[in-house]
């Protein structure tokens, strides 16, 4: 267990609906990172939020924003899905040395 | 943009046999990283590799990273069927930013 929580672990929706995903870093992590995976692919860096604040984006939709909140939580929102959307999302902190631990992730299938 | 290249992108081998997989960055790291993803799991965290030339063992897995410290590698000796996964590894563009994670090196066991 890393320390890192996601819900929810599975999520089917349709075509052209919204959902939301939520994270919750490890106790005294400030950084927030989101990433993509699709079916047999590597893992695609989405936004990073430390303390609130963005911090760097890579190849994030514009379909696509995230936000941390006071409590450090971050929710990752999904809208106008499509059917390439379906992926494994997952969230991540980092620790003292800029490792990064991963929650166990949030599966999407979009139908 | 900054790439990490790993290579080769599947592995099958005996039980019993060694296995290495290779890491290439288009730039020069400030440290690499390497993670496991067990099929159906999430990445965890292996280890950081910091200098140049340095080599970490961790049982039967050996880290190296390169002088110029742009390349990397793992070698599993007398691979197990505890080692199936995805192993990949991730360079950080900038001190507590995003990594950049290679596209991961799919190693399957013969029992």
């Known amino acids: 267990d890393s320390g890192v929580t996601q819900t929810p672990k599975h999520l089917i929706t349709a075509t052209g609906q919204r959902v939301t995903l939520r994270c919750s870093p490890r106790s005294g992590d400030l950084s927030v990172y989101w990433y993509q995976q699709s079916l047999d692919q590597g893992l695609q860096f989405l936004i990073q939020?430390?303390?609130?604040?963005?911090?760097a984006k890579g190849n994030i939709l514009e379909r696509f924003s995230a936000q941390q909140f006071p409590d450090l939580h971050s929710e990752l929102n999904l809208s106008s899905l499509e059917l390439g959307d379906s992926a494994l999302y997952f969230c991540a902190s980092s620790g003292l040395l800029d490792e990064q631990y991963f929650g166990p992730g949030t599966r999407l299938t979009v139908t | 943009g900054q790439q990490v290249m790993q290579i080769p992108q599947y592995q099958h081998v005996q039980e019993g046999e060694d296995f290495t997989t290779y890491c290439n960055s288009s730039t020069t790291l400030s440290n690499i990283q390497w993670y496991k993803q067990r099929p159906g799991g999430h990445p965890v965290f292996l280890i950081q590799?910091?200098?140049?030339?340095e080599v970490k063992k961790q049982k039967r897995l050996t880290f190296q990273f390169g002088e110029a410290k742009k390349n990397s590698s793992l070698h599993i000796t007398a691979t197990q069927t505890t080692d199936v996964g995805t192993y990949f590894c991730?360079?950080?563009?900038?001190?507590?930013?995003?990594?950049?994670f290679g596209q991961g090196t799919r190693l399957t066991i013969n029992p």
């Open positions: 991730a360079g950080p563009i900038k001190r507590a930013q995003k990594l950049v």
């Open positions: 590799l910091v200098k140049s030339g």
């Open positions: 939020y430390y303390n609130g604040e963005e911090r």
